[in-house]
């Protein structure tokens, strides 16, 4: 597969995309970003370790929520499964009236604690092997007491996230933010799961969550004839919806400092109610 460049997040450049193999993600990202940052995890406490498994290979998946619950598979950002992650999967658990989430390990452990390992650890990953991930994820949830599972992910995660919906057929309802795949992984004009997706005006990402992939995404999904809507939130940046202190601070030193609590709830409102409508109906 094609390498992808993603050259910079900051407002005087662009980015570019291309493929679905490797990822290159932000070179210059990496410089602005020496500083390792190190990851505060949520207590273990609020999540149990299972373990997933698929074809010939076992991973590590954390689970919360209450029991017997619809399902909410939560797909990570290039950083792995880290305290955002987990702050999101918690977030989402304790929507009214609940569900239960589940954040697969993608990576199998490991965790970027700076931009460059980022960049490496999404560099390594087997996109196909990441989709079966996502399958035997909806499915253990399904196996477990999940009536209907949908689809969550962020940056990485989003881009997942509508592969899920086109690829994974136990899919009951997707919601995305600030990522697309590209064609070659899956093409959202085939989609077979309702999509929500999220995206911020001021993202450059160029092909994978700026403007114009959204307006592109949101042509696709009108075609491929599944419910759909997509969302630009003026003002905001790339990964808006990371709103922790340490997120807040890791996303400054990657240049973007814009900070919109209203545009955060809004996008989380449109969630919830995607969600249950399409999760908690007979």
Not at 21 to 47: D, E, I, K, N, T
Not at 182 to 193: G, Q
Not at 204 to 232: H, M, Q, R
Not at 249 to 268: I, N, P, Q, T, Y
């Amino acid at each position: 597969m094609a390498s992808l460049l993603l050259r910079s997040l900051t407002s005087s450049s662009s980015a570019a995309i291309a493929g679905v193999g490797s990822r290159r993600l932000l070179p210059s990202l990496a410089r602005a970003a020496a500083s390792r940052f190190f990851v505060r995890s949520m207590a273990s406490g609020s999540f149990q370790k299972v373990q997933i498994q698929r074809d010939d290979t076992t991973f590590d998946a954390y689970v919360t929520g209450k029991e017997n619950a619809p399902g909410i598979v939560v797909l990570q950002e290039w950083w792995g499964v880290d305290f955002e992650v987990k702050n999101h999967a918690l977030h989402i658990a304790q929507m009214n009236p609940g569900y239960r989430t589940l954040i697969p390990d993608l990576y199998r452990g490991k965790v970027g604690l700076d931009a460059a390992e980022a960049q490496h650890l999404m560099d390594g990953l087997d996109w196909q092997g990441a989709v079966k991930d996502i399958r035997a994820s909806v499915n253990w949830l399904k196996a477990t007491g999940s009536s209907k599972v949908g689809v969550t992910g962020y940056c990485m995660g989003g881009a997942l996230s509508i592969a899920s919906a086109v690829l994974v057929p136990e899919v009951d309802a997707v919601v995305a933010f600030y990522g697309v795949c590209s064609s070659e992984l899956a093409d959202p004009s085939s989609a077979k799961a309702p999509v929500q997706a999220h995206f911020g005006e001021l993202d450059n990402i160029v092909g994978f969550s700026d403007v114009t992939a959204a307006k592109a995404l949101e042509e696709k999904l009108k075609s491929s004839g599944v419910p759909y809507e997509v969302y630009i939130y003026p003002g905001c940046a790339h990964a808006f919806m990371n709103t922790s202190s340490d997120g807040i601070k890791r996303r400054k030193e990657m240049g973007m400092h814009d900070e919109d609590s209203a545009a955060v709830e809004l996008a989380w409102s449109r969630f919830s109610s995607w969600m249950s409508h399409y999760l908690l109906s007979p």
